[in-house]
């Protein structure tokens, strides 16, 4: 069964370093997501993205957040200075349509020194 | 903004016994979905639940979702072991932004 494949699976980083959180959405999906969790509490929305541009965003997904999807394939998520605030999990999803659930990735577990 | 809260949130319960989670939500869904989350693991779908009345059944699991009520509920039969995980409903406003609960944290015991 096709999956959404994140990487790294764990970014060390420290305070103030700019990182890019990897993901490749399943190849027909047309929706992709990037949400965060902290500690294994709530699954928190950061942004949704369809043909090529932001669809929404919270209020979490300030100017220091960006998303790119580069070449068709990959799908991006930057933080341009990390805090130590932005320690969690980053999950990448997708889907195919609006009435579809949402397919996530395994994470990438971004902890910040 | 859709609000969507879970109760309860943390659930210990025996094998074999039955209980149900609640999952009410604060304006308009368009549809209503359910995910189980193992601890450090992905989240895996469990249920879409498209309109009111909707109901899905998967082994031990049941979803339901009343949208006058603005609520949807996760009932499990005779649980056993394997269950344990965290429980996420999730609601989908007419905008690309599914927004989830707090999550069910449940624990069955042998």
């Known amino acids: 069964e096709p999956e959404v494949t994140q990487t790294p699976s764990h970014q060390v980083t420290q305070m103030g370093q700019e990182v890019i959180l990897r993901c490749v959405p399943i190849s027909n999906h047309l929706y992709f997501y990037w949400y965060r969790q902290i500690l294994g509490q709530k699954v928190e929305f950061l942004v949704s993205?369809?043909?090529?541009?932001?669809?929404?965003k919270s209020e979490i997904f300030d100017d220091q957040f960006s998303v790119e999807r580069p070449d068709g394939s990959n799908f991006t998520l930057k933080i341009r200075s990390t805090k130590l605030e932005d320690s969690a999990m980053y999950f990448c999803?997708?889907?195919?349509?609006?009435?579809?659930?949402?397919?996530f990735g395994n994470g990438t577990r971004l902890t910040v020194t | 903004e859709l609000k969507v809260e879970q109760n309860p949130l943390f659930l210990s319960m025996q094998e074999g016994k039955n209980y149900t989670i609640y999952c009410n939500y604060s304006?308009?869904?368009?549809?209503l979905y359910w995910y189980r989350q193992d601890p450090g693991k992905s989240l895996e779908s469990l249920f879409v639940l498209l309109s009111n009345g909707a109901v899905k059944q998967e082994g031990r699991l049941m979803a339901s979702l009343d949208t006058k009520a603005r609520l949807s509920t996760l009932h499990i039969t005779a649980a056993v072991h394997d269950l344990s995980a965290t429980y996420f409903c999730a609601g989908d406003p007419p905008y690309d932004k599914i927004i989830f609960g707090k999550g069910t944290r449940l624990h069955i015991l042998p």
């Open positions: 993205f369809y043909n090529n541009e932001i669809s929404e």
């Open positions: 999803a997708s889907r195919d349509g609006l009435r579809s659930p949402l397919h």
């Open positions: 304006t308009t869904s368009d549809r």
